[in-house]
């Protein structure tokens, strides 16, 4: 009778090898905008496309039916053009409908949403990314969309009477203002004739503090219906959805200041956010021979990956060279050490600015978040905390023994230790809390694992101290002839 499982030799069989971890792709560019000459099969309207900077065919669709010295081709050529003076980055395009470049008529369009079907539009399709293209954008901008504050905007529009007899449905709320422009909203009637809801679908700005609102024939012979609205100044609709969209992606928006003054810029950067760097002026630069001022972010975004790939993901993209800028749109005086200077100002408020150096050019000038905190730092955790997420699902559904602990906290350990050879932290350790890992935790399938890192912090500040030393006045004759 044959044995079961019998083997009169010498055998190798695979075993299961722990694999590293690598560091996650921090540096792919989500840009979001027009262009109204676009090939619609390259670029689909509300779709994320991957697009590589050397990739001059498809970018080449963005102009695609674009007559030639057309005034305004689209805030997206602009914008990847400029990109393209500082590398050849990765890039998710997502394109809306619009037709003049800066309307602030399309940030309702840039903004977007998820409708009912589950489609993404707007800068939401950027949470699409990953699945469509393979590629989460970490580096997010939305240029010449994201300087735009509306005073006197609609922030809502309230039912004060519903009303009775109208025509079940949802129609156009005409609003009507002497002042006001560019607010829309629809109302809906329910199965019983009354007004139930109002949809803003945007807030325009300018209006005064009680527009009329009008309906058109179709609802019926109803009556009895009133509006009211609430009017205010509102922060920039694509910053604040931006901010959203980059908590979820663990990603970072780059967005354009006003391009006014620097107290138009202060008050702008009062939106805040932790992951948002707000950059002001806006910048000068050539195309074919002509000058045009164009919103910064794109440019910055490209910065970011350009230093992600030469300098690694932790340094600061401050006090680094850009390429293509000619001028600005207005001066930013700058001198070392002078706490007055308007460049000093701008960043004493979270804003990065652009500065002129002798013998380099035009550098970018800032390291903070608007919340005030330093971005790279943000970015170094946000690297961190993704690559060990990719990496320890290996471990997931592993039994939980003591081997099976030791395992992981030597994995992340190793992996931290790569980091401080790099220099891209200082420090950090990982244990397992024996505070946490409690008999009712382990049983529950669940294990805590606590890391610390020393993140690396830009050098903002150098302070020399100067003091006069006479006493070097007795080396004047020491081992002279006299």
Not at 95 to 108: A, E, L
Not at 434 to 441: G, I, Q, V
């Amino acid at each position: 009778m044959a044995q079961k499982d019998f083997l009169h030799g010498v055998e190798v069989k695979n075993t299961p090898v722990t694999q590293p971890a690598v560091d996650v792709n921090m540096s792919t560019i989500g840009v979001i905008g027009i262009a109204p000459y676009a090939d619609p099969a390259v670029f689909p309207l509300d779709t994320p496309v991957l697009v590589s900077g050397s990739d001059t065919q498809t970018i080449g669709a963005l102009t695609a039916t674009a007559p030639a010295g057309a005034a305004d081709i689209g805030t997206l050529p602009v914008a990847v053009s400029s990109m393209l003076d500082e590398c050849s980055p990765l890039m998710v395009i997502v394109r809306v409908s619009g037709t003049n470049s800066y309307d602030p008529g399309t940030i309702p369009a840039i903004v977007g949403g998820i409708d009912s079907a589950g489609a993404y539009h707007g800068v939401h399709a950027f949470l699409a990314a990953e699945s469509v293209t393979g590629y989460r954008p970490r580096l997010l901008c939305a240029p010449g969309y994201t300087s735009q504050r509306s005073k006197g905007a609609l922030a809502g529009v309230s039912i004060a009477a519903a009303g009775s007899g109208y025509t079940p449905g949802t129609y156009p709320l005409t609003i009507t203002d002497t002042s006001g422009t560019g607010a829309q909203a629809h109302a809906v009637v329910g199965s019983d004739g009354t007004f139930i809801n109002v949809e803003m679908t945007a807030s325009g700005s300018g209006y005064s503090k009680s527009p009329s609102f009008s309906l058109p024939s179709a609802v019926g012979n109803g009556s009895g219906a009133k509006f009211s609205a609430e009017v205010a100044d509102l922060d920039n609709a694509v910053t604040a959805e931006l901010k959203v969209i980059a908590d979820r992606l663990r990603a970072v928006a780059f967005v354009d200041g006003p391009n006014t003054n620097a107290t138009a810029a202060i008050n702008a950067a009062n939106e805040g956010g932790s992951r948002v760097m707000m950059i002001d002026p806006w910048i000068v630069r050539e195309t074919d021979g002509v000058s045009a001022v164009i919103p910064p972010s794109a440019k910055f975004a490209a910065l970011q990956a350009y230093s992600d790939m030469q300098n690694g993901f932790w340094r600061s993209l401050s006090n680094q060279e850009l390429h293509g800028v000619i001028g600005l749109a207005r001066p930013v005086d700058f001198v070392m050490g002078d706490e007055n200077s308007a460049a000093n100002i701008l960043n004493a408020n979270s804003i990065t600015t652009i500065i002129r150096r002798a013998g380099t050019g035009y550098v970018s000038w800032g390291n903070r978040a608007l919340d005030g905190s330093f971005l790279c730092v943000t970015r170094t955790i946000d690297e961190i905390s993704d690559a060990l997420l990719l990496a320890t699902m290996q471990f997931v559904d592993m039994g939980i023994t003591k081997n099976f602990v030791t395992e992981v906290v030597a994995f992340v350990n190793s992996y931290l230790r790569q980091l401080i050879s790099k220099g891209a932290i200082t420090g950090g350790k990982c244990w397992a809390d024996t505070s946490l890992n409690t008999a009712s935790a382990v049983t529950n399938g669940q294990v805590y694992f606590d890391f610390d890192i020393g993140p690396v912090y830009p050098a903002e500040r150098i302070t020399f101290r100067s003091t006069i030393n006479d006493g070097y006045v007795s080396t004047i004759f020491t081992g002279s002839n006299s």
